[in-house]
């Protein structure tokens, strides 16, 4: 274990190795954490067949041409179930020669146009379009490829159809390429950032550091990461000296590239920090599926660091196994379950959860079956075919689909109070 007194002396020692490997941290749940993100269960599903609903000439889509969408939009369960679950009012029947419709609500589509004014406003459009230019400039060759951009496509607080509804305004800003991986010989498309653009190469901790009057922003400063433990828990003595010790090293900035740096090294690990830390700040809600975080790390060449960084310190981040999937969540952006920064696509984004939570309400209020299909009997008279339907259904073709909280998935996602992880 290194010392403050032997940093200041060798301070060459902690850019070369890693002092401290002999100490184990346990993971401990954030409870506060898990309701931010289960608060979004099924909302980026949702949104997409939304998206996808609206992209129709009329506005609707036959439930059968939907079903086949469950594994692109990664739904936890057919379609035909999922807007059982998110109906608002009593059961609307169809005719049963006639195919099964859905279509938006009228507050549906009310939040839909007020989102796409959001979208459309210039200080949006700018916000997004910088924080995309320094999720690029991240990746120091300044591009990435589409596959894995769309990864991020939600976070970031992109509009579907980015690449024509808003790059295509910005062609100084990014172009579209393609290139050959040496590897296996396939074309890839990247978007790729035209040019370097010092303003923006800046990251949240130096713009901090920038703001405050006892700190003069200048190279290697030792800028010290907020570290929010959970209530009641501490670390062990000599991890809280290590980790005090790692705060006072040099800050490197993202937006740098310090791979020179051995990977095993406490510097190498704080840079590593730095660049997880920023991505996480360039999201709207501060957080993304642990699988996008990792798959950018590998796609950066920082294999399993991302890894080791989030299992190291918790104080930093946290990962909520909520919503049948694994999240990274920055905990300094958050107070309880609540967002520090109020972004307004956010803010849009809770006002679909209200509308989800409203529907799911109603159904446990009306508790009568969602899909019900009108009986077909043939009279007596034998005047022809008569429809008869039931007194509880109204006279509708369309299937009316408002975005809701959804039933309980069947996945075991709560977690062990404590789980310990090496250091």
Known sequence: MLSMELWRRFPHRLLLIRSFVDARIKWVRDPYLDIAVEREKNLKEILSLKNQILSSPSKSL??????????????PT????LFQNYLPFSPLPTLSSLPLHVKLTPQAMTLHKEELAIHNS?????????????????????????????????DLGLPTNYITFLLSDYPDYFQICEYKNPSDGKE???????????????????????????????????LRFSMKLPNGFDL??????????????????PYENSFHLGPNSDQAEKWTVAVLHELLWLLVSKKTEGKNVFCLGEYLGFENRFKKAVMHFPGIFYVSNKIRTQTVVLKEAYRKDFLMEKHPLMGMRFRYIHLMNKSEKFRKRDGVPVFRRKRKVMSN??????????????????LNLLSGSGSKDGFDDEPSKAQVMDI
């Open 236 to 253: 062990e003595k000599k991890v809280k000296n290590w980790v005090d010790t790692w705060q006072d090293l040099p800050y490197i900035s």
């Open 188 to 222: 890839t498309l990247f978007l790729e950032l035209i040019s370097w653009r010092n303003e923006l190469a800046i990251s949240e901790m130096e713009k901090r550091a920038s703001f405050s009057d006892s700190v003069k922003l200048k190279k290697g400063l030792p």
């Open 122 to 154: 210039p200080p949006h459009r700018n916000d997004v379009v910088n924080r995309l230019a320094k999720l690029l400039m991240l990746t120091k060759a300044g591009r990435l490829p589409l596959h894995i951009l769309d990864k991020f496509k939600f």
């Open 78 to 81: 057919s379609t035909s179930k």
């Open 62 to 75: 036959p439930l059968s041409s939907l079903s086949p969408l469950k594994s692109h939009f990664n739904l």
């Open 381 to 398: 008279a034998d005047k022809g075919e008569v429809i008869k339907e039931d007194k509880n259904v109204e006279e509708n073709k369309d």
